[in-house]
């Protein structure tokens, strides 16, 4: 299959492959002009020179695929062998503000450095990072994962970080809006239920969100329910994204639904959608991208499913495509061509990237 442009007016599905290359199945589905990005996790990788052969032939199949990867830092980092650096956790980071904010600052401009310099190094355009999630203390699925409890300590070094990755030239994802770490319940196996009021949570979890707006390249809002503004989880919620993230926050990147595959992920009013339907009400609330992980394993005949339930939806009228949603997809890809290897780990700023790195 030869390289082509763009063919879709809106191609708003991120989808994963099977393994460490493309099968017959992978090549099919990414050549569908309604996917528009891939999702790499652990099971893609074996080394620098397979992920970045597996990269490029994605890049074969379309150029404007976006290629993504959950990859933090801490626990959350896909890859660590063959040079990988292993990243600090964002708590550790938040640590070391107490005790000396300036070189806080500085090693969380050096995480993100090393974070994006790496994987653009290999090919990845895009990772889900930074969490901007407070850490109260009690939630297991973020945990460490969070900056700090303070949110104006979590919204100045998130900004450091995505500082360091533009700086590589990887755009950032803030995430879970408008915040998964007050509740302690996993939304990975369970719905998590947030009772405070709105009031509260802009005053509180959401600040980051406020702060940072006009710098965030995207968001993924979270698998939570929030009663007291609406029953239905933020990432399905016109009210979360549109009302107040779009209109109160003035966010006008590009916003992912979470893994749609997790257990909160396909219950909208108490009933269990199909990834067609689950996908399709993410897109309506007001996301530009849906996010299906973890299908293409096996036959791959879930993913299929939604491939071909999402065109019948587009040509039944259900779903109409967003040119403006395309717009946001495709300002998430690099302007400019990554460093190999090579040149990025003789490069004056990764070396003192790394050097920063090993002084937390």
């Known amino acids: 299959m030869t390289a082509t442009t763009t063919s879709s007016i809106h191609a708003p599905l991120i989808i994963d492959v099977a393994g460490t290359e493309l099968n017959g199945a992978d090549r099919r589905r990414l050549a569908n002009p309604l996917v528009g990005g891939v999702i790499h996790f652990t099971r893609n990788w074996q080394d ?9 032939e994605i890049k074969a199949i379309r150029p404007d695929l976006l290629i993504c990867v959950d990859h933090e830092g801490g626990r959350v980092q896909r890859f660590r062998t063959d040079g990988f ?15 000396d904010a300036m070189r806080a600052t500085q090693a969380a401009t050096a995480a993100g450095q090393v974070l994006a310099g790496e994987l653009r190094a290999c090919g990845i355009d895009f990772s889900f990072a930074p969490v901007l999630d407070l850490d109260y203390g009690g939630s297991s699925v973020i945990g460490n994962r969070s900056f700090h409890r303070d949110p104006r300590v979590v919204a100045l070094l998130a900004k450091s970080v995505m500082h360091g990755m533009l700086q590589m030239g990887m755009r950032n994802c803030g995430k879970h809006f408008p915040g998964h770490g007050f509740v302690n319940a996993d939304s990975h196996v369970e719905i998590p239920v947030d009772r405070r009021s709105l009031k509260a949570i802009l005053a509180d979890d959401a600040k980051p969100y406020d702060w940072l707006a006009g710098t965030l ?93 999402f065109d019948a939806a587009r040509v039944g009228g259900r779903w109409q495509p967003d040119v ?22 003789a490069s004056h700023r990764y070396r003192d990237a790394q050097h920063r790195l090993q002084a937390i």
């Open 48 to 56: 620098r020179a397979q992920m970045t052969a597996l990269n490029a």
């Open 85 to 99: 650096t292993h990243l600090p956790s964002m708590r550790s980071l938040g640590e070391l503000w107490m005790r």
């Open 217 to 309: 390249a995207a968001v993924m809002p979270a698998h939570v329910i929030y009663p007291k503004v609406d029953a239905r989880p933020a990432g399905f919620s016109s009210k979360w994204l549109q009302d107040v993230l779009r209109t109160r926050l003035a966010f006008d990147g590009a916003i992912f639904s979470d893994d749609l595959s997790m257990e909160a992920g396909r219950y909208i009013d108490g009933e269990l959608l199909s990834f067609t339907d689950a996908a399709l009400t993410a897109l309506d609330a007001g996301c530009d991208l849906a996010l299906l992980c973890n299908q293409s394993i096996g036959d791959g005949h879930l993913l299929d499913e939604l491939l071909q339930g």
């Open 324 to 345: 403006d949603s395309e717009k946001r997809r495709l300002a998430l890809l690099p302007s400019e061509a990554a460093s190999d290897w090579r040149a990025l780990t």
